[in-house]
């Protein structure tokens, strides 16, 4: 079974080791851990999401703004910014002088091939995903985690690498992977009046006609003109998006 979900599973690299400061898990880990450790939500769908964030940011200099940014005017902090404009740029300073990018690999090809991709940064607005991505997690991280799930589920590719088998021939196999609905915007049903549910629809229809004729194992493989250290920087910490040019 593919399980998909259009919200980022990682952050550009060098965010990763400032969360919470752990040695016994891995990058991505690491930060999945963090902000589940902090998020919180009820049935009335509120949630501590900008919070998070702003904890987050925290963590990579209590004395200055970012690298999430936008929050409504309420839930603006000392370290989480309404806007970026006037508040932080990208490269981001951290505290040791290292710098995050705006983009994580897999997005500035997307970029690169004319797709404008947002940033995960971005907590708030049209097109932003950084919402999603604080939000969602937590949630991603209880399916993989579930003691009925996890011996069969994996988190590509952090926990597959890049391969075009990234389940054993036996199964039941669970493979989890990061989504974005652009790369089936062809296949899109404009009658759908809800344009969500058009693109939900369109990504199955795309994954599924690829399984039908045996293609669909190699968009979890490693792009030929993906070096070895991007690769690896996708593994352990960035992640990658099913269909990335």
């Known amino acids: 079974m593919l399980v998909g979900f259009d919200l980022p599973y990682g952050y550009p690299v060098g965010f990763a080791r ?10 991505w880990r690491m930060t999945w851990d ?15 999401r900008f919070a998070v964030a702003s ?15 936008c929050a409504p005017v309420a839930q603006v902090t000392a370290t989480l910014p309404p806007r970026m404009k006037g508040y932080l740029e990208f ?12 983009l994580r690999i897999c997005d500035a090809r997307f970029r690169a091939a004319g797709l404008n991709i947002h940033t ?23 399916l ?12 590509w590719p952090f926990e597959t690498g890049f391969t075009d088998r990234p389940t054993s021939p036996e199964g039941p196999a669970i ?21 969500d549910r058009a693109q939900v629809i369109a990504v199955v229809e795309w994954a599924r006609r690829l399984d039908a004729v045996g ?28 269909g990335t040019p």
């Open 175 to 195: 493979v989890h992977a990061e989504i974005w609905p652009r790369v089936a915007e062809s296949l899109m049903n404009p009658r759908v009046r809800i344009k």
């Open 91 to 102: 490269p981001y300073p951290m505290p040791d002088g290292s710098t995050l990018g705006d």
């Open 215 to 242: 293609g669909l194992g190699a968009y979890f493989d490693k792009p030929d003109d993906l070096s070895s250290e991007d690769a690896s920087t996708a593994i352990r910490e960035e992640g990658w998006i099913l």
């Open 120 to 142: 995960c940064w971005h907590l708030l607005g049209t097109g932003s995903v950084g919402g999603q991505g604080v939000a969602g997690i937590p949630y991603v991280a209880e």
């Open 144 to 155: 993989r985690d579930h003691p009925n799930l996890a011996p069969y589920s994996k988190v």
């Open 34 to 48: 963090a902000i589940s450790s902090r998020y919180e939500d009820n049935g009335r769908n509120l949630n501590n």
């Open 55 to 69: 904890e987050l940011n925290a963590l990579c200099g209590a004395d200055s703004y970012g690298p999430f940014w």
């Open 18 to 27: 400032w969360m919470d400061r752990r040695s016994d898990v891995s990058p």
